[in-house]
């Protein structure tokens, strides 16, 4: 009597729709980029407001992240990613639909990233209940890798698409893929139902206002400002107050801050009812998993700011388009793979996964700092190289080990539990990359600008009028077509005119130069939170 062999999709089915759902999210974060001229063009609108629909997305992303995780504690976790991969796809078919930008930020923003979020965090959960030892972790390998490449796919298969056949139609492999995950993932044992919790749903209200307000709020500062509106807020042609008199970046947080503050009440007072929480806290008070948790978010914030920086200054300055610009960039993201997975075979598991951490981080710093060295007048695509190489190597080489460090500070009941708390952080570090590091760049260009702009001239100025021309030129960068934008520089004084593109040029690179520094500061803070790790993880039993 033999024993028959397991189906192949009842064994491999699992993995495989977790890798093709997590390279599918990657896919359609990744081409956004590559496409947005295209979309600029085809909607009427500005570059400024795409990429404000890729930080809302994150944004979505991190703040519904805890009610996605009550919800499965109601449901269970393959309903609700049944629901979710549905709703993605709804909102993706909506997005390559969009008629104008507002239902492109709806479709693509809210309803996507909605659907996205119990996508994120079910994966690393599924593979932990479904493999132990060595299947685990080379599980967690496999979708590091896919969002890789997905990411990959996205800036180079969905930008030739667009060129091609135009923007809407990149997004087509996406949907091809959505019914290849529901049929090999249809074998996933459902997990085990808390029928009787109900859902916080008012916590989950006051989490996503609470983070989504504040974090909305430090997205908007390169546009409004932090303090002194660099422009009202409009919305219907209504101006929205008080926007007129202060930015709308103050009030934004302070409201956030206060719902944030409201739901710290109120998960205090459910537990004291013993009533339904939104999110346990026990394992952010746990030290070794905190630390863990933000020297990953510091690190993600840090390598999404620096890839987004270099997606903006590499067309202005090196005249590549989208397409070229990410096969320009592509060096990182293969430095970044290969070692992940070299690293995953060969190191993890066998040295300190402290020494492992600091030599990534030391690499990761060492990158930026040959970044900073090759951002130069007479910079090429060569004298980038290595700092992309290095700086990927030292990222892949973390990225294999942090997870892992990270999650063994939890037990195997909390495993869930910490998906849901370690995901959403990495979106959270996503938008703030973006709009921190994004925002140096663009603030720092346009004060250079017009502050060699004014030398050039050798007229006086008064603190008013600079102010205000630095606030237009901001606008001017983060809506305006590179057409549009032409067209502005065309229209200055006469006087200025010879000297303009040496003007534009300085300024590019001195405001690269000083985001790229930004960023090695904070890269030195990651590696410092790192020596406050344990020798050990320490398994919370809370």
């Known amino acids: 009597m033999s024993d028959r062999p397991e189906p192949f999709l009842k064994t491999w089915g699992p993995p495989i729709g977790l890798c093709l759902t997590l390279f599918a999210v990657a896919y359609s974060v990744g081409a956004v980029p590559a496409i947005m001229p295209r979309i600029v063009r085809d909607l009427d609108s500005s570059v400024g407001y795409v990429q404000g629909a890729l930080v809302l997305l994150a944004l979505v992303k991190a703040s519904f992240a805890p009610t996605s995780e009550n919800l499965v504690r109601r449901y269970g976790r393959k309903p609700i990613y049944f629901v979710g991969l549905s709703l993605f796809s709804i909102g993706l078919v909506a997005t390559a639909l969009s008629p104008n930008m507002g239902m492109f930020v709806v479709s693509y923003s809210l309803l996507s990233g909605l659907g996205a979020t119990p996508l994120l965090g079910s994966p690393r959960d599924l593979v932990d209940r479904l493999y132990d030892d060595n299947a685990e972790k080379y599980g967690l390998l496999a979708l590091a890798i896919a969002s890789i490449l997905g990411g990959l796919a996205g800036s180079l298969l969905g930008g030739r698409i667009a060129s091609v056949w135009g923007w809407r139609w990149s997004l087509i492999p996406v949907l091809a893929i959505v019914p290849v995950i529901m049929w090999v993932l249809r074998s996933v044992p459902r997990d085990r139902l808390a029928p009787?919790?109900?859902?916080?749903?008012?916590?989950?209200?006051?989490?996503?206002?609470?983070?989504?307000?504040?974090?909305?709020?430090?997205?908007?500062?390169?546009?409004?400002?932090?303090?002194?509106?660099?422009?009202?807020?409009?919305?219907?042609?209504?101006?929205?107050?008080?926007?007129?008199?202060?930015?709308?970046?103050?009030?934004?947080?302070?409201?956030?801050?206060?719902?944030?503050?409201?739901?710290?009440?109120?998960r205090r007072l459910q537990a004291r009812r013993n009533e339904a929480a939104l999110l346990r806290a026990g394992l952010l008070r746990h030290r070794p998993f905190l630390l863990g948790l933000l020297t990953a978010t510091l690190h993600t914030l840090l390598s999404t700011g620096i890839q987004f920086n270099l997606y903006q200054f590499i067309p202005a300055y090196l005249g590549l388009n989208p397409f070229w610009t990410a096969i320009a960039l592509l060096p990182y993201s293969l430095a970044l793979l290969v070692v992940?997975?070299?690293?995953?075979?060969?190191?993890?598991?066998?040295?300190?996964?402290?020494?492992?951490?600091?030599?990534?981080?030391?690499?990761?710093?060492?990158?930026?700092?040959?970044?900073?060295?090759?951002?130069?007048?007479?910079?090429?695509?060569?004298?980038?190289?290595?700092?992309?190489?290095?700086?990927?190597?030292?990222?892949?080489?973390?990225l294999a080990q942090i997870g892992i460090a990270t999650f063994a500070n939890a037990s195997p009941q909390q495993r869930a539990e910490a998906s849901g708390i370690y995901t959403p952080f990495q979106n959270l570090g996503s938008a703030l990359g973006r709009a921190i590091l994004g925002t140096a760049l663009i603030a720092t260009a346009s004060i250079r600008i017009v502050d060699r702009a004014i030398a050039t001239l050798g007229e006086t100025v008064a603190p008013e009028q600079r102010q205000e021309a630095i606030a237009t030129l901001t606008r001017v960068i983060q809506t305006y077509t590179r057409t549009e934008r032409r067209d502005f520089f065309d229209h200055l004084p006469a006087a200025i005119q010879p000297s303009l593109n040496p003007i534009l040029n300085a300024a590019s690179?001195?405001?690269?130069?000083?985001?790229?520094?930004?960023?090695?500061?904070?890269?030195?803070?990651?590696?410092?939170?790192?020596?406050?790790?344990?020798?050990?993880?320490?398994?919370?039993?809370l």
Request: with cysteine; glycine share 10%; aromatic share 12%.
């Open 340 to 398: 992940i997975i070299f690293a995953t075979f060969k190191i993890v598991g066998r040295y300190p996964y402290k020494l492992i951490l600091y030599t990534a981080l030391t690499l990761f710093c060492l990158g930026i700092l040959a970044l900073y060295r090759a951002i130069q007048p007479t910079m090429t695509l060569g004298s980038l190289l290595p700092a992309l190489i290095v700086m990927g190597s030292g990222s892949g080489l973390f």
């Open 509 to 541: 690179i001195e405001a690269m130069q000083t985001a790229t520094l930004i960023a090695l500061g904070l890269s030195v803070l990651c590696l410092v939170s790192a020596f406050f790790l344990p020798r050990r993880p320490i398994v919370n039993r």
């Open 196 to 266: 009787t919790t109900p859902i916080d749903w008012f916590g989950g209200l006051l989490s996503f206002l609470g983070f989504g307000l504040a974090l909305l709020g430090i997205s908007l500062v390169g546009e409004y400002g932090w303090w002194e509106p660099k422009q009202p807020l409009t919305v219907l042609d209504v101006v929205i107050p008080p926007s007129s008199i202060i930015s709308i970046v103050p009030p934004l947080i302070l409201v956030g801050v206060i719902c944030l503050g409201f739901y710290g009440f109120w």
